[in-house]
Structure formats: C-alpha cells, structure tokens
C-alpha cells in the first residue's frame, strides 16, 4: 500500500491560466474522489469517479473545471482560466468502495493563483 | 441544512488528559456511517476512527474512542491521555445514502492545541 500520491504538491499560477492536477491513487481502489479544501474549512466534496466512469460532479464544479480518469488508474484535475477564488488545497481520495470503507487521502496540491 | 456541526473552532487540553471533540450530524437515511479524520499542520488527512449506524458498541481505536448517541444525532471523538503530537485540526464526517457517489461530508473540523 504505497497510499495516494498527487502532484504537484504546489502550484502558483497567474490569473487567467490553466493548471493541471494528477493524483494517483491506492491501486486496488476503483473509487476516486476529488475534494476542495479552504483555509479554515473541512475538506468539500468536488466530484467522483467509479473506475474510469465519472459518476457525480458537485455543483462547485464550474465548467472551467474538468476532470478524467481514462483508464480507471490515476486521474486529473484540469483548471481552465484561473480565477484567485480558485485559491485553495486540492485533495484527492480514493476508497474500495465498501460503506464503512473510509476515504483514504493524498497530502494534496496547493494551488495559489496570483 | 448543514449536515455534520462541529461547534468548537478550537480547544486546549494538557497533554497526557482526555479531550471530547464534538460532533452532531442530520440524516434521516437510517443506515450512514460516521468518521472522524486528523490534519496535522502538514496537511494530510489521517482517518481515525469509524462508526456504523447500525453498530451496537461504541468504535474504539487505541486512544481514540467514539461517544455515539444515536437518539441525540451526536458521535462525539474520545481522544484518552493525550499528546503533543495529537495538535492537528480534526474533522468529522459522514456517509449516508442521500449522496449517490457515498462521498464524506465534513464538518468545519475542531482545532485541536496539546499544551504540555
């Protein structure tokens, strides 16, 4: 168990540009979920993916804002026109999928737009 | 409505006593599960402790314990003889069937200082 692993760990971008988050999760985990934290705040749920299948999508997720999992392994977050609001930590979990399983969680990405 | 409340932004214990962190939650799903999680300074998410809805006893994890009172829609964290390494944020959550994707919703989480 090697855990979730996400990249970059930070990232500082100038308004008006795209970014790029990947988040490899724990392998046998067919579930993969994208969260968004702020300074002060619990962790709030983005969207999720059920192997290469995204499932739900938070009505937090702008249309600037898109995500994949092609092959139903590791999985993007893409951030088009970056907005400061946007300013956040990025978290990624995965989970086996059982209901008592908990969400197991990266040390997320920063992201800080200037 | 807000589905899990943590009301204490912050609290101090002296290290080696026991602190109760609490946690009230909204379902009207009768089967859910709560979690409590730690996030130390460095960011990551660590889960603690799990509770079933349905489970009799209250889940207990090394020095961690759980307080669920069910009638009272309450899963209060127990953390016994506590450490300078247990200063964190600590969340708690919950997964009920109201979410499709059976994704945790988390509280504003309870700041947590270990004075020693």
């Known amino acids: 168990d090697t855990g979730v692993s996400q990249d970059p760990r930070h990232k500082i971008t100038k308004r008006g540009q795209n970014v790029t988050f990947r988040c490899d999760p724990i392998?046998?985990?067919?579930?993969l979920y994208w969260y968004r934290q702020t300074l002060g705040q619990g962790p709030e749920f983005l969207t999720y993916f059920q192997n290469e299948a995204q499932l739900e999508k938070s009505r937090l997720l702008s249309d600037r804002f898109s995500a994949e999992r092609p092959k139903g392994s590791f999985s993007t977050l893409e951030i088009q026109r970056t907005e400061q609001g946007d300013s956040a930590m990025y978290l990624c979990?995965?989970?086996?999928?059982?209901?008592?399983?908990?969400?197991?969680f990266g040390n997320g990405t920063r992201l800080t737009v200037t | 409505a807000q589905k899990i409340t943590q009301t204490q932004p912050g609290m101090f214990v002296q290290e080696k006593e026991a602190v109760t962190l609490d946690c009230t939650y909204d379902?009207?799903?009768?089967?859910?599960?709560l979690f409590w999680y730690k996030q130390p300074s460095s960011g990551e998410m660590i889960f603690l402790i799990y509770?079933?809805?349905?489970?009799?006893q209250n889940a207990t994890e090394g020095r961690y314990s759980l307080n669920f009172q069910k009638a009272r829609k309450s899963a209060n964290l127990v953390i016994s003889a506590s450490q300078l390494g247990d200063s964190a944020m600590y969340f708690c959550?919950?997964?009920?069937?109201?979410?499709?994707?059976?994704?945790?919703?988390f509280g504003s989480g309870t700041q947590l200082t270990v004075l020693p």
């Open positions: 959550a919950m997964r009920d069937a109201g979410g499709s994707a059976r994704q945790l919703t």
């Open positions: 379902t009207s799903d009768p089967s859910y599960g």
């Open positions: 979990a995965s989970s086996p999928g059982q209901s008592n399983s908990p969400l197991h």
């Open positions: 392998s046998e985990h067919n579930r």
């Open positions: 509770q079933g809805s349905y489970d009799q």
